[in-house]
């Protein structure tokens, strides 16, 4: 039997749903209009932690529960010291973020959370397949990877995985007031992986080894590469593990935006919303959500341009040079942060450089990988 019919059903109520909800149910335009949002999980544990940039305060800064101004940067044989301002690095809990959403969604007579798995969206008869219930909508927002993804040949695939240790130390260890962007001293073989670190207090921080490679690789690898960090890099003897985190994002030019039409759009990861040469998404979401609700008003698809081909672009040779020469990583990512202020690399990875920016950044990476890349993926 068929319930209700919701204006919009939206598949996966984690990040990017959430955002999605929360930006649909402020705007008056869509007052009266009744949202589902279906997720099996309840989301009230502390699944993962997001980090981004930006400049000045944000709306999510009540809940930021740290933030930096100057980063550092270490190669085999270079440090860098990375002043962000005009820009901050700023740290939010899984765990706040999901309370908060739910918390204004629940005040909502509009919005409605279900919880249920969808197994299939039909978009002939309108409605959203559940494990137990057929939810129909006038359109599909859907957080799910599409299984094509998965088999896709033609695409460039590579893992950003990663497992951290937020550790706590007796004796003062780390400077709260810079993080680490990326510490390439202690790599494992020939691979693009290095040390993300995140430090809260003098005595507390998170730590993650993180690899972007072709491969993914087996747990006690990064385990080990953290322990020899600890104590060869940091120097540090006696610490206690208070939590971890681990977690494979794609980054990927398969061209997820191919299967937004009038009926359906895909979102979140599912969407292509996670920058391909970053593993970022949690700011690019506030502008895709944005994106969306200004296409409907405009009478668009609401997936319309949510992704900018020339960036896209850009990211695709960059994964190829990665796929293809992996252990080059470390030096690419070095003449990166050399040779470019740190507002240029923001505002390059966010997509809001002019094409001569483009240019002068990508000449800064150049070598004969991009020649090879360029031509395959043109
Ligand atoms: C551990 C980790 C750390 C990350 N850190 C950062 C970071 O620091 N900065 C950053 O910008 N990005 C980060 N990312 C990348 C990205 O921001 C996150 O993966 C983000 O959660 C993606 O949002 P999403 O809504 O697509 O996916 P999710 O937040 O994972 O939400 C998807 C939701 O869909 C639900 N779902 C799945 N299948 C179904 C189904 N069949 N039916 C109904 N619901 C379903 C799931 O239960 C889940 O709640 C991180 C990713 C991970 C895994």
Redesign the pocket.
């Known amino acids: 039997m068929l319930g209700p019919v919701y204006y919009y059903v939206i ?7 959430l955002q999605l909800a929360l930006q649909l149910s402020r705007d008056v335009f869509f007052k009266g209009k009744k949202i589902a949002i ?4 309840d ?1 009230d544990k502390n699944d ?5 940039w930006e400049k000045g305060a944000g709306h999510w800064d009540h809940i930021v529960s740290s933030s930096w101004e100057k980063g550092l940067f270490f190669s085999s044989e270079a440090k860098l010291e990375l002043d962000l301002s005009p820009y901050r690095y700023k740290k939010i809990s899984a765990i706040d973020f999901y309370t908060e959403v739910k918390k204004e969604l629940s005040h909502s007579p509009d919005v409605i959370f279900i919880k ?4 299939e969206v039909d978009t002939v008869k309108m409605q959203a397949i559940g494990e137990e219930g057929n939810y129909p909508a006038t359109h599909f927002f859907d ?2 990877i599409p299984a094509d993804y998965l088999e896709a040949k033609k695409a460039t695939k590579i893992f950003q995985h990663f497992r951290g240790w937020e550790i706590e130390t007796e004796n003062e260890h780390f400077q709260p007031e810079v993080f680490t962007m990326m510490d390439y001293r202690l790599k494992f073989k020939n691979s693009t992986s290095f040390m993300y670190v995140l430090p809260e207090t003098s005595k507390k921080a998170l730590l993650e080894f993180t690899f972007f490679t072709p491969f993914l690789t087996e747990e006690k690898i990064y385990e080990e590469m953290l322990e020899n960090y600890i104590s060869e890099i940091l120097k540090i003897g006696d610490f206690r593990i208070t939590s971890t ?5 794609p980054m990927t030019d398969f061209p997820f935006e191919k299967k937004n039409n009038r009926k359906l759009t895909k ?4 969407g292509g ?2 920058k391909p040469s970053t ?5 690019n ?1 506030e502008k895709k959500t944005g994106k969306i609700i200004s296409n409907i008003k405009s009478g668009h698809i609401p997936g319309k341009n949510l992704v900018y081909n020339r960036f896209r672009r850009y990211d695709a040779f960059f994964l190829d040079v990665l796929a293809r020469h992996n252990q080059k990583g470390e030096a690419i990512f070095t003449k990166f942060y050399q040779a470019n202020s740190i507002e240029m690399i923001f505002r390059y990875l966010d997509e809001e450089t002019s094409f001569s920016e483009d240019i002068k950044v990508m000449l800064s990476l150049f070598g004969y990988e991009f020649i090879e890349a360029f031509f395959r993926k043109l």
């Open positions: 598949i996966g109520g984690g990040m990017a749903g279906i997720d099996p999980s989301k993962k932690t997001w980090c981004f249920d798995t969808i197994t957080s799910r985190e681990s977690g494979v994002i979102i979140g990861t599912g919303w996670v593993g970022y998404s949690f700011k979401t």
